[in-house]
């Protein structure tokens, strides 16, 4: 398959995310709209993983396997990030009982 | 190597400590001299005593200017500890793991300043936020602290999205993550088509990475954050985690900005005067001291800048002269403001007359923020400045508008000297300990040795 139509995936997917966070007032919603981005980027890393070793000699197979790693190391750490937002949400949601963002209007002055 | 090693192990030590050790006083003093011991190991390594080597296929670099730039931040978290360590220890139930997340924060700091590899930035970008997402939400009760922490923890992971898909473009375009110039190995089977990816690539993470410093338009965060978070650790975050973002942002771009060359002269002074215009013209409206610091942070943020606009000898050592005079003077500042009782300009009425000695270090730490010839921050604006100049005289307008903004941050800096000495009132403020006291006076000393002599602090870069 074409390079080009995960690029466009990626970037729809991406742009999903975005739009979720700008838009969606729901803690864990705009949570999860970030994750899509964040996978947006590994799909994206991995495609380009595949392209960049069947364009390399075959002398070289290595080539683009630390693209494939990087995904790894994203997986790692947004899990350690969901840990502690999980945490801050909960907290959050022990003290006024809601999860909704537009209750977080206490710092405007 | 040494710096990454022994922060991460010091981290991991005081967390452990925080299990047998209960008492608030010796939590400071483990964490004092594990800071020791940091710094001490660091300097073994820049004077080629003692180092850990690890082979990391030329992910991290050891190069003098981020050695460097560690020394300083080491030095700075230290002096950061012996100020405020007892406003750490007492800002929730668990002394010794705030101490332990200042230590993994500062970790990711110096790897920013190695950093060879986007893997090794994204992983400096997340050791050094995530343990702040927690830090700024430890005041667990308190709603403003709580709003604080989710704010920043949305907006540090939505900026590290939109760094992923930056790195991701980046790979695509060159088919490698280190950050040298020259495309990849297999640059002649990438496709000419792809080739686009790379400016995209680089503005995206240029974006995250506007996040993390606070350039607008990307600072909304900011104020909120700052002034939610705990004040010491807004201190923290304000200085030492704001510099090493800058480092970082400084590191890729400065190999990498021809890549972007055809915005990048746009983009960049735009970036510039909106942030200047951001930080200081609504700085001068606010009623909080807090508010009005994080607003003067974003300020300093813009001054900043101008060293990754200009990347030649003034900007760089510039940005180690700013790093160390707004350093000094921010945590200096919000030492104070922790023990005041009452953040508003109200609060330090009278300051002066109760409390002349932190009335007086106070007033040097502001006039460094303000730029005043004679304090350090004079000579860190001026730094940055030439550099702009150095690199073409065709900067001399954006040199002029910068000019014209720092005089008005004289005007809400000053707005606290005289509540501190020219109005009535009695500022209330927290039991001071002779301790701190000496150590106000020592950091305000450093400020004016820096500023009237500069090249004492750069020599020691060319030592």
Known sequence: ?109 | MNAIIFSALIGVVMMLGGIVIKNNASIQSLAIILLFILLGSHLAEYYNLFNIHIETHGMLAKNRFGMFFNTIIISLTLLYVLLSGDEIAKAGTYGAEYFALLFFSLCGATILSSYNNLLMLFLGVEIMTIPLFVLTASEKKNLKSNEAGLKYFLMGSFSTGILLMGIALYYGGTGLFAIEAGIGKNANEIQQTLRILLPLGLLFIFISLAFKVSAAPFHFWTPDVYDGAPSVFTSFMATIVKTAGFIAFIRLFELRSVDMSYSWKILLPLIIILTLLAGNITAVFQQSVKRMLAYSSIAHAGFMLFALYNPNDFGKQGILLYTVAYSLATIGTFAVLTKMKDYTYEGYNGLAKSKPVLAATNTIFLLSLAGIPLTAGFFAKYYMLASALKESTRNLWLVIVAVLFAAVSVYYYFRVIQAMYFKEGNAETTEIKPFFKVLLIIIAALIIVIGLMPSLLLDLFYA
């Open chain 1, 1 to 109: 398959m074409p390079i080009q139509y995960y690029i466009v995936l990626a970037l729809v997917l991406f742009c999903i995310g975005i739009i979720g966070v700008l838009i969606r007032r729901n803690a864990i919603i705009i949570f999860m709209c970030i994750e899509l981005m964040l996978n947006a980027a590994n799909l994206l890393l991995v495609a380009f993983s595949k392209m960049h070793n069947a364009a390399a000699t075959a002398t070289n197979s290595n080539v683009g396997i630390e693209g494939q790693l990087f995904v790894f190391f994203i997986m790692v750490v947004a899990a350690a990030e969901v840990s502690i937002g999980l945490a801050i949400i909960v907290m959050m949601f022990r003290n006024v009982h809601s999860i909704d963002v537009n209750f977080l209007n206490r710092l405007k002055n």
